[in-house]
């Protein structure tokens, strides 16, 4: 069996790891190629786009591919469309593994908004001096309002020019509490935007958050693709396969 890990995640990564060793089974896990230096997962790697549904139905055809693991970030939207797309007009079986959504607890101060555009609009209300933890490319969306200070933080710098109320930390995760309440602290940030990418990876900034009472903007995720089969564990991505 042949199968497509659509990747980018560190639950990619461990259900590659689950997959590699299976005699039986060939694993080919895609990237998008934007990360410099990206954790690579076990097995054959496909680095960059395929050029669209056409593109990936044909790389699919071409390499003999049985079956589809969309395992991408939660907000790779177009990467799942595009999956779920080639799926619907080949039949290729498609299988969605997205990790669950981060849920607000006692003593929390979110604000759920959908989209970037809708979090730039409420953080003048709720701030001024901004964690900001949407990734680089979001950088454009929020830097340009007025009176609002940024410590940015991304895998890879941001294209340059960086405005002057920014400052990049390059840094990759998983993050601590204590780290994070660090940062807070030193940059005396007064509020946390973030993407509800859910994991345990990146929960820690909203632990620091709830802990010294900050507020969050939480952006929620795009929605799935109609009618997709989804699953939220490495282990219910590997019991699919066995089915098949
Ligand atoms: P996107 O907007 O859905 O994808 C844009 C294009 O990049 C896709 O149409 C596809 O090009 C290519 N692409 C995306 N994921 C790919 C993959 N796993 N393998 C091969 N090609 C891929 O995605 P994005 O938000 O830019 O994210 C890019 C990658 O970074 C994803 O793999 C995702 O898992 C990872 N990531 C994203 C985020 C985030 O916040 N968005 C966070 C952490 C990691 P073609 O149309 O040419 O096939």
Do not use: C, Q
């Amino acid at each position: 069996m042949r199968v497509l890990i659509l990747g980018g995640t560190a639950e990619a990564r461990a259900l590659a790891a689950a997959l590699a060793p299976e005699p039986g089974i060939h694993v080919v896990s895609s990237l998008a190629g934007r990360v410099s230096n990206p954790r690579l997962p076990a097995g054959e790697v496909h680095e960059g786009g395929f050029g669209g549904p056409e593109g990936l139905a044909a790389w699919i055809h071409d390499n003999a591919i049985d079956s589809v693991i969309d395992a991408t970030h939660p907000f790779a939207a177009r990467m799942s469309a595009s999956a779920a797309e080639v799926a619907r007009r080949t039949g290729v079986p498609l299988l969605v593994l997205r990790r669950p959504g981060w849920t607000e607890g006692p003593g929390d101060s979110w604000h759920r908004v959908a989209s970037l555009d809708a979090a730039a609009g409420l953080l003048p209300s709720l701030g001024r001096k901004v964690f900001l933890t949407t990734g680089r490319r979001s950088l454009p969306v929020f830097t340009a309002i007025d009176g609002l200070w940024f410590l940015a933080r991304s895998v890879d710098p941001p294209e340059p020019p960086i405005p002057a109320n920014v400052r990049i930390l390059l840094a990759r995760g998983p993050y601590t509490v204590e780290g994070e309440r660090e940062l807070i602290a030193e940059h005396r940030l007064d509020v946390l935007v973030t993407k509800d990418s859910g994991g345990a990876m990146t929960t820690a900034k909203l632990v620091a958050a709830r802990e010294l009472g900050l507020p969050v903007v939480m952006v929620d995720r795009p929605p799935l693709p109609d009618g997709v089969r989804l699953v939220s564990t490495v282990d219910a991505a590997v019991g699919w396969l066995g089915g098949r």
